[in-house]
Nanobody
Framework: QVQLVESGGGLVQAGGSLRLACIFYGSSFSTYVMAWYRQAPGNQRELVATVSPGSSTTYADSVKGRFTVSRDHAKTTVYLQMNNLKPEDSAIYYC????????????WGQGTQVTVSA
């Protein structure tokens, strides 16, 4: 069983930065692809960034050059460094994990609120 616990959300002015963290509780962290999603009110949940077990990364076009995803295997934690934040980045951010083989369930954290004021 896997549990994901996010932290680091908050209120920030446009142009500011936040770093989100997601702690992976369970076994075999190194075999899971970790992802960050976000969902703003009235919108569908969208994929923001992923990081593979080998630390290969992907990003949504809307955050490229501003957000950086990384993982620390020793701490079983994935991070999302968000710079130059914009009001349109405001959303609940969710951590997600799925096995690299795509077998088994995927897991979600409870979400952390990010609000960017203009």
């Amino acid at each position: 069983q896997v549990q994901l616990v996010e932290s680091g959300g908050g209120l920030v002015q446009a142009g500011g930065s936040l770093r989100l963290a997601c702690i992976f509780y369970g076994s075999s962290f190194s075999t899971y692809v970790m992802a960050w999603y976000r969902q703003a009110p009235g919108n569908q949940r969208e994929l923001v960034a992923t990081v593979s077990p080998g630390s290969s990364t992907t990003y949504a076009d809307s955050v490229k050059g501003r957000f950086t995803v990384s993982r620390d295997h020793a701490k079983t934690t994935v991070y999302l460094q968000m710079n130059n934040l914009k009001p349109e980045d405001s959303a609940i951010y969710y951590c997600n994990a799925y096995h690299y083989s795509r077998s088994g369930p995927e897991y979600w954290g409870q979400g952390t609120q990010v609000t960017v004021s203009a």
